[in-house]
């Protein structure tokens, strides 16, 4: 755990230029969201500045706090560009690429993006007209630059950006309403996986590449390929770790393999109405991207997962493993900020122990979570929470408690069928 901030933000640094594993820059994050959230720019030397808004953007995106990733990811690009460092600012606009994906599904969000393909048509242009420096030619204009010609941090920054485009490309055909509309996104998809092969200059490990092969088939349709791939992947990493124990790379590999899987056995529950199989499948890699996470210390990473977890668990009725789950991942998150994400998985936890006859615990996590939505522009959840806390008091005969629940509950569901 990082002593103070300066020292985690060298530590993010140093760990981005040396190509380390993603796991240290999950631990850090986490360690920036339990210890440094209110921390602001100001605090930290201008040489580290960009990398602060690059930590925040990255913290608040686990902790589920959109706009905030947003107006992070923004700094960045902005300081990005002041300070010449235009594959810095690539990245950036990748990964606001990649939050405009979801931005529909969270109409809490204040901050406003253009369609995640207007945002790909922009990162596209953005790389055509990229010039390694002032004095060179564009990379439009100069189809025989590679990773060769750049200095080893630059290559890995466009890389980076590369592989996100890639990742939002192909996760475009599924809100496509027409032939054209998943030509554009197959167009896309093509375009960032040359840039990655023309810019990546550390090969790709054996998990990587599997990982990326089952993406691209997910896309293209061949679904049960992708699903095979996966699945044999997540097998010889388990088989590797009993024969010798996991490096952090591996955890890391098994984690996203996991976290793929869930996705995938999401649409094979949506897809198959009456088959419980898939939705037992989802909470279960989702389980265990938690478990993997905490492996790492890095806890807040799948902040988000244990929410989905918590609530796959309760559409399955394993209310216990739900209330345990959820449970340990509040502890370990310890210090982080009340963020949607942790209302989110409260709001499950309270539903868990109402289940389980827990109704004093039922009761202090319903009302918590009730209270502070009213803050937000999530209503339902805020309803929800009310309903549950009012359910917790009736059985705990608090009279008053629950009258004043009702009150309340009921101001809530006027404002939004309003």
């Known amino acids: 755990m990082a002593q103070t901030l300066h020292s985690l933000l060298r530590d993010s640094r140093a760990a981005a230029q040396s190509g380390a594993s993603a796991a240290t820059s999950w631990r850090l994050a986490s360690d920036f969201a339990r210890q440094y959230w209110l921390a602001t720019p100001d605090e930290v030397p201008d040489e580290l500045v960009g990398e602060f808004y690059s930590m925040r953007a990255s913290a608040a995106d686990h902790l589920g706090f959109a706009d905030e990733a947003i107006a992070a990811l923004r700094d960045l690009r902005a300081w990005a560009r002041s300070n010449d460092d235009h594959a810095l600012a690539l990245e950036a606009l990748a990964l606001l690429a990649h939050q405009s994906l979801t931005l529909e599904e969270r109409p809490a969000t204040l901050a406003e993006l253009h369609s995640p393909r207007e945002m790909l048509a922009q990162l596209a242009l953005g790389f055509a007209d990229y010039r390694p420096d002032p004095d060179s030619p564009t990379l439009a204009e100069a189809p025989h630059i590679t990773h060769r010609d750049l200095p080893r941090s630059i290559a890995a920054r466009l890389t980076s ?112 109405v009456g088959d419980d199989s898939s939705l037992a499948a989802v909470a279960d890699h989702w389980k265990e991207c938690v478990r993997l996470a905490g492996e790492l210390d890095a806890e807040v990473i799948a902040l988000q997962c244990a929410g989905l977890a918590a609530m796959a668990l309760l559409g399955e009725g394993r209310e216990g493993e739900a209330w345990e789950l959820a449970s340990a991942e509040l502890a370990a998150t310890e210090g982080c900020p009340l963020s949607p994400a942790i209302l989110n998985l409260r709001y499950t936890l309270a539903e868990a122990a109402l289940n389980c006859g827990l109704f004093e615990e039922a009761l202090a996590n319903a009302r918590l979570v009730a209270e502070w939505s009213e803050f937000s522009a999530d209503d339902e959840r805020t309803i929800g929470g009310y309903s549950m806390a009012l359910v917790a008091a009736a059985e705990l005969g608090y009279a008053e408690i629950a009258a004043e629940l009702d009150e309340r509950r009921r101001a809530a569901l006027e404002r939004w069928e309003a």
């Open 161 to 272: 950006a590369a592989t996100t485009g890639f990742a939002v490309a192909t996760n475009l055909s599924g809100s496509a309403d027409d032939a054209d509309s998943d030509a554009t996104a197959f167009d896309f998809a093509d375009t960032f996986a040359q840039l990655v092969r023309r810019f990546g200059s550390k090969p790709p490990s054996t998990a990587d590449r599997q990982l990326w092969f089952a993406q691209e088939a997910w896309f293209r349709g061949r679904r049960e390929e992708a699903y095979d791939r996966v699945t044999a992947l997540i097998g010889r990493l388990e088989e590797d770790s009993l024969l010798g124990g996991n490096t952090d790379a591996q955890i890391v590999s098994l984690y996203e393999a996991h976290d793929m899987l869930a996705h995938f056995e999401m649409f094979r529950a949506t897809e198959s």
